[in-house]
């Protein structure tokens, strides 16, 4: 049972536009969720996170949203350049309460490429 | 945020044998966790690495086949043990710091064994 989705596994933007990446979870108890960017042979690099209270939080070119009754965030990137080519993974956590708590569980990646 | 340095970056093996992963971080951290990457694939939680204890490890994973060691809070090491094919992946460690939800990943060791 997949409990992060991440649907696309790809997506090609033009530098300058507006990337979106989406992310779907089933788990109710995720409370705390993250965006990580990958390149090859290289470890996952923190992006951005948002908390379960937020419905938004924005960092420079990268924002994040939340949407708690859909079970659902988002990643944007404006605007795009060459340089965010890479893999994006959405991360989900439980928190400090019960089993399984502030391990994270990943969706499978969306591979981004932004062409100049 | 946490840096975090892993030894050795890849390594090519044959069946049968073990490897052991170091991972140093550059400050403390409250949790340290392993992941594997899998070809293709996202990243899995192998255990939670917990200071001076027994590791915690998720399901479809055991202490025979992945012995961890945190001696203190800012270093563990991971052992792939009698491996096979199957076992080639990345493998990732994690820190959580004191004051943050946050995990910070060190570069992964690639692992092939042929």
């Known amino acids: 049972d997949q409990q992060v989705k991440q649907n696309s596994p790809s997506l090609s933007v033009q530098e300058g536009r507006i990337s979106i990446l989406n992310c779907d979870y089933t788990?109710?108890?995720?409370?705390?969720f993250l965006w990580y960017k990958k390149y090859p042979a290289e470890g996952p690099t923190f992006l951005i996170s948002?908390?379960?209270?937020?419905d938004k939080n924005e960092d420079g070119r990268f924002t994040v949203f939340l949407n708690k009754s859909a079970k659902h965030l988002s990643l944007h990137i404006v605007p795009s350049q060459p340089g965010d080519s890479a893999v994006y993974f959405c991360?989900?956590?439980?928190?400090?309460?019960?089993?399984?708590?502030?391990?994270?569980?990943f969706g499978k990646g969306t591979k981004l490429s932004v062409i100049p | 945020s946490a840096v975090i340095s892993q030894k050795p970056s890849r390594d090519i093996c044959q069946r049968g044998t073990s490897l052991t992963i170091q991972c140093q971080v550059d400050s403390q951290v409250t949790m340290m966790f392993w992941y594997r990457q899998q070809p293709g694939q996202s990243l899995t939680l192998i255990a939670t690495?917990?200071?001076?204890?027994?590791?915690?490890?998720e399901s479809g994973f055991v202490i025979d086949k992945f012995p961890i060691s945190r001696p203190n809070l800012t270093f563990s090491t991971l052992t792939v043990s009698n491996m096979s094919p199957e076992d080639s992946s990345i493998y990732l460690c994690s820190g959580r710091g004191w004051s943050t939800d946050t995990q910070y990943f060190g570069p992964g060791t690639r692992l092939t064994v042929l």
């Open positions: 948002i908390s379960s209270i937020k």
């Open positions: 788990n109710s108890m995720f409370d705390y």
């Open positions: 690495a917990n200071q001076g204890s027994e590791a915690t490890y």
């Open positions: 991360a989900a956590s439980a928190g400090p309460s019960g089993a399984g708590s502030y391990q994270l569980t």
